[in-house]
C-alpha cells in the first residue's frame, strides 16, 4: 500500500496543461548563446508524486547520495521501475482526470556554471520532450510546469540566472491527467528523453520565425516570405536576394521546387539586429484540388511507413544517428513519405526528411484510445474541460515544425474518437497555417479533415472507394476527397501479404493516393541472458498486470534496424520504376511513377544467368525516361543458350549512376526478369517476374498440368526393379521399411520421419488477435497434432505405393496421402497425392513432406526464388537465382517465433556437410523449402527465439504450397487467389544423395 500522496502537487490531475510556459514557437538554430544541460543528472526515484524525502528543489539540497541518470534517457531502460506495453488499454483504471496513487515520480537535480560570456537578459530553458508531466526550478524557484511528453515547453529564466553555479531541478512523474491523452499503442516510458538546453533571447532577435516558400507550377517562380516578430533582413544568395525585408512576399522569379524526390534547399540567413539564423528554404505549395492531393501542382503516390521513435537499448531517446539511419533505410527501400505516428518525432528528423526528402506527415501527441474500450463514455475529445488541452497540443506542434517544407499535411492525432475539441484542433490549424491540409482518420466529417482516411481497410474497399462506387449510402468515400491509407499492410511477423494488390489499386484509381505501412520498426527492447545472449523483450516480459505481448513487434525493421523480410518486399512494391523485359521481342519496358524526376541519374543494367550462372550483361543505352512517362527500350542480342534445358533468365535492373547524400552509386532502385529459354515443354517456370504480376501458386482445382505434375519427367525413363531383402525394400539408391514403407535412408543417408506435414507454427496474422483467426479453426481441426495411419504398402514392378490416412484425435475429417517411390541408381523419386476428405472448414497451413537429416547438413545452394523469405504473397522481392546460405542464416528471429523463412519456387537444393556430403532435392517443376535445427512444434511452443535450442537434426520441409500470409494481425485476411483450399495437391520430388 502507498501512503496517500497528500502532498502530490495539485497540477496532476489538472486538464490544464501548463503554467509558466511561454508561447510555442519553431525550433530553430541560432548565433544566441546556448547551453546544452544533456549529460549526466543526479537522480532518485520514488514511488508516488510526493517525491522523495526533503526539498530536493532547494539549491543547498545534498544529493551526494543519489544516482545518476543521463538526460536525456527514459528511467525504466536504466534500471527504476519497468518498462510496460499496452496497445489500447489503459495501464490504470479509467477515472480522468485521475491518475494512481502508484505514480513513479523522478527527481532530477543538475548544477551547471553560466559561460562568463553568458550575456544579461532574457533567456528560456528549453525541454524537447519530458513524458509525461514535469515541473521545473532554477535555484530554488519554482518556474511553471508542462506536459505534452513529446512537445517542446520553454520557462523564462533570465532573470533568475546568476554569474557561476546555477542548480536547475526538475520533477517529474509517470502518470498525470496528460496519460489520458497520450495512449499511442507503445511502450509506457519515462522521464527527460530528450534535450534540455538553455538559450539566450538577445533584445531585438527572433524569438519565432515563419517562413513561407511557395512554389507556382505554372510559372515556375517561388515568392518567399519571413515573419519575425523583430524585423529583419533575409538574404539567399543563390537566388539574388540581399537583405531583403521581413513580413513581405517577395518574389524571386525561377526556383527550383522542393520535393521528395528532389529536396533542393537554399540556404541563406535571416539577421535582425540581436541574431542571426540560418535558413534552409524549399519552396513548395500544398493542396488539395480536384479531390486529388497536390504538391506543386502534381498529384501525390504516397509510398509511406508509419514511424514511431524506438531504439532498443535508448527508447524513445533516439540519437541523430539513428534518425539518419532510419531516413536512409526509407529512402534506400523506395520509401517516400512518412507519418510521425503519433506524435511530433525529435524536431531534427524533420531536418533530415527536408534534406534527403520524405513527404512528412505531422501527427500531433494525442491518442485516447482507451476510452474506447468504455465506449467512448468521457472521452476527452468532446469534453469542454480538454478543449485547451487539445488546441495547446496542437499550436505546439504547428508552431515548432511550420518551417518544414517536407511537412505537407498535419494530423490531429491517432484513435481519439470524434468530438468538438478534435473539431476546434482542424479548425485552428487551418486559420493558423492555411498551406497545409489537415488529417484525422477517427472521423471522416470534412470538419475535422480535409483527407478521406481509413486504417486497414480491406482491398475490396480500397477498390470501391477508388472507383467511388459500391459503397454503402453516405459513405464519405462518396465525398470528393483524396483517399489515404494512413495505415496498411500490418507488418507483423511474417509478412506483410497483400501489400502488392494494394499497390496495384493505388496505381488504379487516382483518388487513391497510397499510404503508409504499419509500421516502420519492432519496438523491442534489449536484453541479456546470464552468457551474453541477447534478445528482444515485448509485452508482457517485464510482468506487466495489463499488455500485448507481442502486438508491439509489427515493424518492417527488427529492434536493432536489421531489415525484416517484409521490408525487401515493400522495396520492391515500392519501386518507382517498373522494368519489364520482353525478350522475345528484344525490348524492356521502362515505366517511371516518380513525380518529377526523370530516369537521367539511373544506370540501366542487365544481366542473363543460366541456371544462376552468369553468362552475359552490361549496361543499356537509353535515354532518359520522363516521370509518368514508360519507354520501350531495344535489348542488346542476347547469346544463344549454352545446353538445352538450363533455365535461363534475364534482370534489367536501374541503379544509381553516381553518388547520392542517401545512397552510392550503384544502388539498386528497381528490377524486372524474364525467362529466355523456352520454358520446358511441362510449362514450367513463371515466365517473367514484375511487381506486376505476382508469381501465383497451385491453385486448388488447378488441373495436373498446372500443378506441374507430369510422370513423364523421370531421372529416367525406366525404372529398374524393386528389391526386397528381409525387413528392406530398396528403391533405387534409398532404403525403406518393408513393413510401414517408411523411407530409412537413401544412398546410406539417414532420412528420418519422412512423411506429409500440413502444419506450421502459426504466424502473427494466422494468429489474428484483430482479426479473423485462422489459427483457431487450424487448432479446432487438430492440425498441429496429425497422426498418420498406413493403410497399404505395395510393391509393384518398379514403384513402392504408401498409402496413408492423415488425421487428428476426435476428428472425422482428414487427407488420405499417397506415396509412390521410383528410381533408378542415382535418383529417388517421390509422387506424393494428397486429397483431403471430409468437410474441411478451413484452409490448410501448408502441404508437404518433412524429414529430418544428420546436423552436419549445414550449408544450404539453391537454384529458385530468393535471396530473401517469401511466401506467395509475400514473394515480390524473391527473384530467380542462384543462392547460397545456411541452415542457421535461413532463419528469420521474429520477435515471436513462428514460421519463416520459406524459400519459394525452388526448382534445385541442395544441403550438405563442410566436407561435401549431402542431399540434392530437385522440384518437377518447383516446390517450396524451409529448413531449421528444431521441430515446427519447438518453433510453435517458443515465446522468444533465443529459447528455440539447437537440436541434434536438421528438419527439412519441402513442400508443394504454402496458405498466404495476409495481414490479419491488423487487418484484412489472406486473398482467395493465396488460400491453400483442401482438395488434391501433388507434390514431386527427385532426391539424389551428393557425395
Ligand atoms: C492502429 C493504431 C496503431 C497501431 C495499429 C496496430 O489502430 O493506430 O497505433 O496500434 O493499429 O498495430
Given at each position: 500500500m502507498p501512503t496517500h500522496p497528500e502532498h502530490a502537487p495539485s497540477y496532476l490531475e489538472s486538464r490544464t496543461p501548463s503554467a509558466g510556459t511561454e508561447p510555442p514557437r519553431a525550433a530553430f538554430a541560432s548565433d544566441a548563446p546556448a547551453l546544452d544541460l544533456d549529460g549526466d543528472w543526479r537522480f532518485r526515484l520514488a514511488p508516488?508524486?510526493?517525491?522523495?524525502?526533503?526539498?530536493?528543489?532547494?539549491?543547498?539540497?545534498?544529493?551526494?547520495a543519489w544516482d545518476t541518470l543521463p538526460v536525456?534517457?527514459?528511467?525504466q531502460l536504466h534500471g527504476y521501475g519497468a518498462p510496460a506495453y499496452t496497445?489500447?488499454?489503459?495501464?490504470?483504471?479509467?477515472?480522468?482526470?485521475h491518475v494512481p496513487d502508484d505514480n513513479p515520480t523522478g527527481e532530477y537535480r543538475r548544477a551547471f556554471d553560466l559561460p562568463e560570456s553568458w550575456p544579461e537578459g532574457p533567456a528560456v530553458l528549453r525541454f524537447?520532450?519530458?513524458?509525461s508531466c514535469y515541473a521545473v526550478w532554477l535555484n530554488g524557484h519554482e518556474l511553471g510546469h508542462a506536459t505534452g511528453s513529446r512537445l517542446p515547453s520553454e520557462f523564462e529564466v533570465g532573470a533568475l540566472l546568476r554569474p557561476g553555479r546555477n542548480v536547475l531541478a526538475v520533477r517529474v512523474h509517470q502518470?498525470?491527467?496528460a496519460s489520458y491523452l497520450e495512449d499511442q499503442d507503445m511502450w509506457w516510458l519515462s522521464g527527460i528523453f530528450r534535450g534540455v538546453r538553455l538559450l539566450a533571447c538577445p533584445d531585438?532577435?527572433?524569438r519565432d520565425l515563419e517562413v513561407r516558400a511557395s512554389y507556382d507550377h505554372t510559372s515556375g517562380t517561388g515568392v518567399l516570405r519571413v515573419d519575425t516578430e523583430t524585423p529583419g533582413l533575409v538574404t539567399v544568395p543563390e537566388l539574388g536576394l540581399v537583405d531583403a525585408a521581413t513580413g513581405t512576399d517577395h518574389e524571386v522569379g525561377p526556383v527550383e521546387p522542393w520535393s521528395a524526390e528532389v529536396p533542393r534547399l537554399y540556404d541563406g540567413e535571416l539577421v535582425t539586429p540581436g541574431e542571426r539564423v540560418p535558413l534552409r528554404v524549399g519552396f513548395r505549395t500544398v493542396e488539395v484540388s480536384g479531390g486529388l492531393l497536390r504538391v506543386n501542382g502534381r498529384p501525390l503516390l504516397l509510398r509511406g511507413v508509419n514511424r514511431h521513435e524506438w531504439d532498443p537499448d535508448r527508447g524513445r531517446a533516439v540519437t541523430w544517428e539513428t534518425m539518419r539511419e532510419d531516413v536512409l533505410l526509407m529512402k534506400r527501400h523506395n520509401v517516400n513519405a512518412v507519418r510521425t505516428s503519433h506524435y511530433p518525432p525529435h524536431p531534427d528528423f524533420l531536418d533530415l526528411c527536408d534534406e534527403l526528402g520524405l513527404w512528412v506527415v505531422d501527427e500531433c501527441d494525442?491518442?485516447?484510445?482507451?476510452?474506447e474500450d468504455v465506449?467512448?463514455?468521457?472521452?476527452?475529445?468532446?469534453d469542454p474541460l480538454w478543449h485547451d488541452a487539445f488546441l495547446d497540443r496542437m499550436a505546439r506542434t504547428v508552431e515548432r515544425d511550420?518551417?518544414?517544407?517536407?511537412?505537407?499535411l498535419w494530423s490531429l492525432?491517432?484513435?481519439?474518437?470524434?468530438?468538438r475539441n478534435l473539431r476546434a484542433m482542424a479548425e485552428w490549424t487551418r486559420r493558423r497555417d492555411p498551406g497545409r491540409p489537415v488529417h484525422y482518420e477517427?472521423?471522416?466529417d470534412p470538419a475535422y479533415t480535409d483527407l478521406y482516411s481509413r486504417m486497414y481497410a480491406t482491398h475490396e474497399e480500397v477498390a470501391a472507394i477508388g472507383r467511388r462506387s459500391?459503397?454503402?449510402?453516405?459513405?464519405?468515400?462518396?465525398?470528393?476527397r483524396p483517399f489515404v491509407?494512413?495505415?496498411?499492410?500490418?507488418?507483423?511477423?511474417?509478412g506483410p501479404g497483400g501489400l502488392e494488390e494494394y499497390q496495384r489499386l493505388v496505381e488504379a484509381?487516382?483518388?487513391?493516393?497510397g499510404g503508409f505501412v504499419?509500421?516502420?520498426?519492432?519496438?523491442g527492447i534489449r536484453r541479456r541472458e546470464d552468457d551474453g545472449t541477447e534478445w528482444f523483450a515485448y509485452g508482457g516480459?517485464?510482468?506487466?498486470?495489463?499488455h500485448d505481448a507481442n502486438?508491439?513487434?509489427?515493424?518492417?525493421?527488427?529492434?536493432?534496424?536489421?531489415?525484416?523480410?517484409g521490408l525487401a518486399a515493400l522495396a520492391k512494391t515500392f519501386e518507382p520504376l517498373r522494368l519489364v523485359p520482353d525478350p522475345e521481342n528484344g525490348t524492356v519496358a521502362v515505366t517511371n511513377t516518380w513525380?518529377?524526376?526523370?530516369?537521367?541519374g539511373l544506370e540501366l543494367r542487365w544481366d542473363l544467368r543460366e541456371e544462376g550462372e552468369p553468362v552475359a550483361g552490361g549496361v543499356l543505352a537509353a535515354k532518359p525516361v520522363g516521370p509518368g512517362e514508360t519507354a520501350v527500350l531495344p535489348l542488346p542480342d542476347l547469346p544463344e543458350?549454352?545446353?538445352?534445358?538450363?533455365e535461363t533468365w534475364l534482370t534489367v535492373s536501374a541503379h544509381l549512376a553516381g553518388d547520392l547524400p542517401w545512397a552510392e552509386a550503384g544502388h539498386e532502385v528497381a528490377w524486372g526478369q524474364a525467362r529466355v529459354d523456352r520454358p520446358r515443354a511441362d510449362g514450367s517456370g513463371s515466365d517473367r517476374i514484375t511487381?506486376?504480376?505476382?508469381?501465383?501458386h497451385h491453385r486448388p482445382g488447378a488441373t495436373e498440368r498446372e500443378l506441374g505434375y507430369?510422370?513423364?519427367?523421370?531421372?529416367?525413363a525406366q525404372y529398374p526393379p524393386l528389391a526386397t531383402e528381409g525387413d528392406t525394400v530398396t528403391v533405387g539408391p534409398a532404403e525403406f521399411d518393408?513393413?510401414?514403407?517408411?523411407a530409412l535412408s537413401v544412398a546410406g543417408l539417414p532420412l528420418a520421419a519422412l512423411e506429409l506435414d500440413v502444419w506450421r507454427a502459426p504466424t502473427d496474422n494466422d494468429q489474428a488477435r484483430h482479426g479473423e483467426s485462422v489459427e483457431v479453426p487450424w487448432r479446432r481441426a487438430g492440425l498441429d497434432r496429425m497422426t498418420h495411419r498406413v493403410l497399404s504398402v505395395e510393391r509393384e514392378d518398379a514403384a513402392l505405393r504408401v498409402r496413408t490416412r492423415v488425421a487428428a484425435a476426435n476428428s472425422d475429417i482428414g487427407l488420405l496421402a499417397d506415396y509412390t517411390w521410383t528410381g533408378d541408381a542415382e535418383a529417388l523419386v517421390l509422387d506424393l497425392a494428397v486429397e483431403a476428405v471430409g468437410d474441411w472448414p478451413c484452409p490448410l497451413p501448408r502441404v508437404g513432406v518433412r524429414l529430418e537429416l544428420p546436423p552436419e547438413l549445414g550449408e544450404v545452394d539453391w537454384f529458385g526464388r530468393g535471396p530473401g523469405e517469401a511466401y506467395r504473397d509475400v514473394a515480390q522481392a524473391a527473384r530467380v537465382g542462384r543462392f547460397t546460405s545456411s541452415v542457421d542464416g535461413l532463419q528469420t528471429p521474429y520477435l515471436r517465433p513462428q514460421e519463416n523463412g520459406n524459400r519459394l519456387g525452388t526448382r534445385r537444393l541442395d544441403l550438405r556437410s563442410p566436407e561435401g556430403r549431402g542431399l540434392r532435392v530437385e522440384g518437377a517443376p518447383e516446390f517450396d523449402f524451409t529448413v531449421r535445427r528444431w521441430s515446427t512444434a519447438a518453433l510453435d511452443r517458443?515465446?522468444?527465439?533465443?529459447e528455440l535450442r539447437p537440436e541434434d537434426r536438421i528438419h527439412l520441409h519441402l513442400d508443394a504450397a504454402h496458405q498466404g500470409i495476409g495481414s490479419a494481425s491488423c487487418g484484412p485476411g489472406v486473398l482467395p487467389q493465396h488460400r491453400l483450399t483442401p482438395g488434391t495437391h501433388r507434390l514431386r520430388l527427385v532426391l539424389r544423395p551428393l557425395a
Amino acid at each position: 500500500m502507498p501512503t496517500h500522496p497528500e502532498h502530490a502537487p495539485s497540477y496532476l490531475e489538472s486538464r490544464t496543461p501548463s503554467a509558466g510556459t511561454e508561447p510555442p514557437r519553431a525550433a530553430f538554430a541560432s548565433d544566441a548563446p546556448a547551453l546544452d544541460l544533456d549529460g549526466d543528472w543526479r537522480f532518485r526515484l520514488a514511488p508516488t508524486a510526493a517525491g522523495g524525502p526533503g526539498a530536493f528543489e532547494r539549491e543547498d539540497h545534498d544529493d551526494s547520495a543519489w544516482d545518476t541518470l543521463p538526460v536525456p534517457a527514459h528511467w525504466q531502460l536504466h534500471g527504476y521501475g519497468a518498462p510496460a506495453y499496452t496497445n489500447i488499454a489503459y495501464p490504470f483504471p479509467i477515472d480522468p482526470p485521475h491518475v494512481p496513487d502508484d505514480n513513479p515520480t523522478g527527481e532530477y537535480r543538475r548544477a551547471f556554471d553560466l559561460p562568463e560570456s553568458w550575456p544579461e537578459g532574457p533567456a528560456v530553458l528549453r525541454f524537447e520532450g519530458v513524458d509525461s508531466c514535469y515541473a521545473v526550478w532554477l535555484n530554488g524557484h519554482e518556474l511553471g510546469h508542462a506536459t505534452g511528453s513529446r512537445l517542446p515547453s520553454e520557462f523564462e529564466v533570465g532573470a533568475l540566472l546568476r554569474p557561476g553555479r546555477n542548480v536547475l531541478a526538475v520533477r517529474v512523474h509517470q502518470w498525470s491527467a496528460a496519460s489520458y491523452l497520450e495512449d499511442q499503442d507503445m511502450w509506457w516510458l519515462s522521464g527527460i528523453f530528450r534535450g534540455v538546453r538553455l538559450l539566450a533571447c538577445p533584445d531585438r532577435g527572433v524569438r519565432d520565425l515563419e517562413v513561407r516558400a511557395s512554389y507556382d507550377h505554372t510559372s515556375g517562380t517561388g515568392v518567399l516570405r519571413v515573419d519575425t516578430e523583430t524585423p529583419g533582413l533575409v538574404t539567399v544568395p543563390e537566388l539574388g536576394l540581399v537583405d531583403a525585408a521581413t513580413g513581405t512576399d517577395h518574389e524571386v522569379g525561377p526556383v527550383e521546387p522542393w520535393s521528395a524526390e528532389v529536396p533542393r534547399l537554399y540556404d541563406g540567413e535571416l539577421v535582425t539586429p540581436g541574431e542571426r539564423v540560418p535558413l534552409r528554404v524549399g519552396f513548395r505549395t500544398v493542396e488539395v484540388s480536384g479531390g486529388l492531393l497536390r504538391v506543386n501542382g502534381r498529384p501525390l503516390l504516397l509510398r509511406g511507413v508509419n514511424r514511431h521513435e524506438w531504439d532498443p537499448d535508448r527508447g524513445r531517446a533516439v540519437t541523430w544517428e539513428t534518425m539518419r539511419e532510419d531516413v536512409l533505410l526509407m529512402k534506400r527501400h523506395n520509401v517516400n513519405a512518412v507519418r510521425t505516428s503519433h506524435y511530433p518525432p525529435h524536431p531534427d528528423f524533420l531536418d533530415l526528411c527536408d534534406e534527403l526528402g520524405l513527404w512528412v506527415v505531422d501527427e500531433c501527441d494525442l491518442e485516447t484510445h482507451g476510452f474506447e474500450d468504455v465506449g467512448w463514455r468521457n472521452n476527452p475529445s468532446d469534453d469542454p474541460l480538454w478543449h485547451d488541452a487539445f488546441l495547446d497540443r496542437m499550436a505546439r506542434t504547428v508552431e515548432r515544425d511550420k518551417n518544414h517544407p517536407s511537412v505537407i499535411l498535419w494530423s490531429l492525432g491517432n484513435e481519439s474518437g470524434g468530438g468538438r475539441n478534435l473539431r476546434a484542433m482542424a479548425e485552428w490549424t487551418r486559420r493558423r497555417d492555411p498551406g497545409r491540409p489537415v488529417h484525422y482518420e477517427g472521423a471522416a466529417d470534412p470538419a475535422y479533415t480535409d483527407l478521406y482516411s481509413r486504417m486497414y481497410a480491406t482491398h475490396e474497399e480500397v477498390a470501391a472507394i477508388g472507383r467511388r462506387s459500391g459503397l454503402p449510402e453516405g459513405d464519405p468515400g462518396l465525398v470528393d476527397r483524396p483517399f489515404v491509407m494512413v495505415e496498411y499492410a500490418h507488418a507483423m511477423g511474417t509478412g506483410p501479404g497483400g501489400l502488392e494488390e494494394y499497390q496495384r489499386l493505388v496505381e488504379a484509381h487516382p483518388h487513391v493516393q497510397g499510404g503508409f505501412v504499419w509500421e516502420w520498426i519492432d519496438h523491442g527492447i534489449r536484453r541479456r541472458e546470464d552468457d551474453g545472449t541477447e534478445w528482444f523483450a515485448y509485452g508482457g516480459d517485464f510482468g506487466e498486470v495489463v499488455h500485448d505481448a507481442n502486438f508491439v513487434a509489427d515493424g518492417l525493421l527488427m529492434p536493432d534496424r536489421t531489415p525484416g523480410p517484409g521490408l525487401a518486399a515493400l522495396a520492391k512494391t515500392f519501386e518507382p520504376l517498373r522494368l519489364v523485359p520482353d525478350p522475345e521481342n528484344g525490348t524492356v519496358a521502362v515505366t517511371n511513377t516518380w513525380q518529377v524526376l526523370d530516369t537521367a541519374g539511373l544506370e540501366l543494367r542487365w544481366d542473363l544467368r543460366e541456371e544462376g550462372e552468369p553468362v552475359a550483361g552490361g549496361v543499356l543505352a537509353a535515354k532518359p525516361v520522363g516521370p509518368g512517362e514508360t519507354a520501350v527500350l531495344p535489348l542488346p542480342d542476347l547469346p544463344e543458350p549454352s545446353a538445352a534445358g538450363r533455365e535461363t533468365w534475364l534482370t534489367v535492373s536501374a541503379h544509381l549512376a553516381g553518388d547520392l547524400p542517401w545512397a552510392e552509386a550503384g544502388h539498386e532502385v528497381a528490377w524486372g526478369q524474364a525467362r529466355v529459354d523456352r520454358p520446358r515443354a511441362d510449362g514450367s517456370g513463371s515466365d517473367r517476374i514484375t511487381p506486376s504480376q505476382p508469381v501465383t501458386h497451385h491453385r486448388p482445382g488447378a488441373t495436373e498440368r498446372e500443378l506441374g505434375y507430369h510422370p513423364q519427367r523421370t531421372p529416367s525413363a525406366q525404372y529398374p526393379p524393386l528389391a526386397t531383402e528381409g525387413d528392406t525394400v530398396t528403391v533405387g539408391p534409398a532404403e525403406f521399411d518393408a513393413r510401414t514403407g517408411r523411407a530409412l535412408s537413401v544412398a546410406g543417408l539417414p532420412l528420418a520421419a519422412l512423411e506429409l506435414d500440413v502444419w506450421r507454427a502459426p504466424t502473427d496474422n494466422d494468429q489474428a488477435r484483430h482479426g479473423e483467426s485462422v489459427e483457431v479453426p487450424w487448432r479446432r481441426a487438430g492440425l498441429d497434432r496429425m497422426t498418420h495411419r498406413v493403410l497399404s504398402v505395395e510393391r509393384e514392378d518398379a514403384a513402392l505405393r504408401v498409402r496413408t490416412r492423415v488425421a487428428a484425435a476426435n476428428s472425422d475429417i482428414g487427407l488420405l496421402a499417397d506415396y509412390t517411390w521410383t528410381g533408378d541408381a542415382e535418383a529417388l523419386v517421390l509422387d506424393l497425392a494428397v486429397e483431403a476428405v471430409g468437410d474441411w472448414p478451413c484452409p490448410l497451413p501448408r502441404v508437404g513432406v518433412r524429414l529430418e537429416l544428420p546436423p552436419e547438413l549445414g550449408e544450404v545452394d539453391w537454384f529458385g526464388r530468393g535471396p530473401g523469405e517469401a511466401y506467395r504473397d509475400v514473394a515480390q522481392a524473391a527473384r530467380v537465382g542462384r543462392f547460397t546460405s545456411s541452415v542457421d542464416g535461413l532463419q528469420t528471429p521474429y520477435l515471436r517465433p513462428q514460421e519463416n523463412g520459406n524459400r519459394l519456387g525452388t526448382r534445385r537444393l541442395d544441403l550438405r556437410s563442410p566436407e561435401g556430403r549431402g542431399l540434392r532435392v530437385e522440384g518437377a517443376p518447383e516446390f517450396d523449402f524451409t529448413v531449421r535445427r528444431w521441430s515446427t512444434a519447438a518453433l510453435d511452443r517458443a515465446r522468444h527465439p533465443h529459447e528455440l535450442r539447437p537440436e541434434d537434426r536438421i528438419h527439412l520441409h519441402l513442400d508443394a504450397a504454402h496458405q498466404g500470409i495476409g495481414s490479419a494481425s491488423c487487418g484484412p485476411g489472406v486473398l482467395p487467389q493465396h488460400r491453400l483450399t483442401p482438395g488434391t495437391h501433388r507434390l514431386r520430388l527427385v532426391l539424389r544423395p551428393l557425395a
